[in-house]
C-alpha cells in the first residue's frame, strides 16, 4: 500500500526509500497516551520495561518488555500506559517506500501488531542513536537517521538461529511457565522463546507432556499459590495476584476447582496440625 498517498496525493518519484518523521523515547510517563500513528506514516515502537495497552478496532492488546510494535496508518489506534507501572519505550515514526514495504512483510509474518521479540535492546539501541527529533514534513534524502531505521527493520525482520532452538519438552516448557507464572498465558510470546509456530508448540506441548499450555500453567499457578498461601505471609488476594489473577473471585473458582476446597480454607488447614486437604 502507498500510505504516503492515502488522500489521494501522487507518491513523489524522487521519495527516498527510507524516510525518518520523528523519533524519540517515552521513559515511564504514567498518564501516557498517544494516537498509534498519523500522517500515513508507520509507527515503530520498542519496549523495554514497564507495561500498556495497544487499542485500536480489532480489540485491544497487553505490550511489555521485549516487545515491539509496529502500527500503520489504517485503524492506528490508541497506544496507552499502565499508570502503575509505565512502560519504557523507544519510537520512531517512517515512511518511504521501502521502509513500507518491509513494513509490510513484517506485519504479514508476525500476523499482530504488538509481538514478542529476542533482541529488543538491540533494536531499541538504534533507534535511540536518532535522538529526540521530531519534524513536520519527511526528508528529502536519506541521512543518519535513515541509516539506524534500515538497522533497526533489519533486526526487527531477522528471525532467530534455528540453532538456538531450545527444545520442548517437559523441564523447558515448565521451567518457561514457571518464569511467568505471574503473567496470562501468552501462546505467541511463548512459540516465539521456543521458535515455533504456535500450532507448533501446542502440539508439541500436548505431546511431551499430555495436556495443554494452559492446562499446565494453570496448574504450576495453583502450586504456587499453595504455597504461598502455606507460608501465612499473603492473604488470597495477595496470592491470587502474584500467580496472575487480578479477580480474587475467579482465583478462588479456580483453586478451588483444581484443588477442591476454597483458597481460604485450604490455607486455614495448611497452617494448623494434622493432615492438610489436597
Known sequence: MDYHALNG???PEDQPPFQVRT???????PYHSTPGTRQGDVMLTVFLAGHGTYRNG?????????????VPPEDEGVLVADQA???????????GVYAVHMAEQILAER?????PIANAEEIADHLRRMGHYMSRELPGRMGPREALLVQALVALASPPAPEGRPPIVRATVEEYLREHIAEPTNLSRMAYHFMVSR???CREVRRACGTTVQRMH???KIEWARTLLAMGRFNVAEAGRRVGYDDPFYFSRVFTRRVGVPPKRWAMGARA??????
Open 9 to 11: 496525493d501522487p507518491m
Open 23 to 29: 523519533s524519540g523515547c517515552i521513559d515511564r510517563l
Open 58 to 70: 480489532a480489540g485491544q492488546v497487553a505490550v511489555g518488555p521485549d516487545m515491539a510494535g509496529l
Open 85 to 95: 507501572d509505565p512502560y519504557l519505550h523507544y519510537w520512531c515514526r517512517f515512511n
Open 111 to 115: 500476523r499482530a501488531r504488538f509481538f
Open 199 to 201: 500450532s507448533t508448540l
Open 218 to 220: 494453570e496448574g504450576l
Open 273 to 278: 496440625p494434622g493432615p492438610v486437604a489436597q
